[in-house]
């Protein structure tokens, strides 16, 4: 299929797990103990590990616009990891005392670092799991809102989400450059087919185990 209906047909897939992913962040009350705070500490290793997989790629993707989009998004997602230290040090955690990666890398890392081709991490990566981020950071952003803390929800809504819907944009431009071939697209399905599972998985996992839930992405 042409490249414009292979992207069609990805909306289509995602936006099915994006509303089980959504559906499922916002399900029931939050507990009374799931703080802002405790939840912007989970953000911090969604944020460093998009920054080190955006970095990893650069490092050996070939295609310069790509390169160039990868160095983007690291910037972004160590920015976005700054600001919030920062709002956790405004809560009352100090900068530093959060070790986000003293648990290991999560699943998603792990099968991202294993993705070989550019076609595969763009699909996986800007495009879907940034789609992922866009609706997990809107339940979160409307959780802190309830809460009370407005400075966090603006944080989310005027200043992350908006880079992360530059990224998901430009993954949906180079999906649309480089899916061009039968083989290429199927490795594009497969990896965001792979990346939208591991996400249902982990978040399922999260609410079970740890009552976690409202989580943002990153």
Known sequence: MTPDAFVAEL?????????????????GEPAAELTVAALLKLALKNEIEAAEIAARWM??????EVKLALARQAGD??????LIEERLAALGV???????LADGYSPLYQYL????TTVERVAAG????EAIALVRNAAFADFCAARGDTETARLYREVIQPDEGHHHALGR???LRYATTPE????????????LRLAEEIQETARLRRGITRAPGC
């Open 11 to 27: 909306d289509t897939l995602t936006q099915q797990a994006l509303d089980r992913l959504g559906a499922a962040a916002t399900a």
């Open 59 to 64: 490092a050996d993707t070939p295609e310069l």
């Open 77 to 82: 997602e160590a920015k976005h990891y700054r």
């Open 94 to 100: 100090p900068p530093g005392s959060v070790d986000p």
């Open 113 to 116: 670092a294993r993705l070989p």
């Open 126 to 129: 800007p495009f879907t799991r």
């Open 173 to 175: 431009t180079l999906l």
């Open 184 to 195: 290429r697209q199927a490795a594009a399905r497969r990896a965001a087919e792979g990346t």
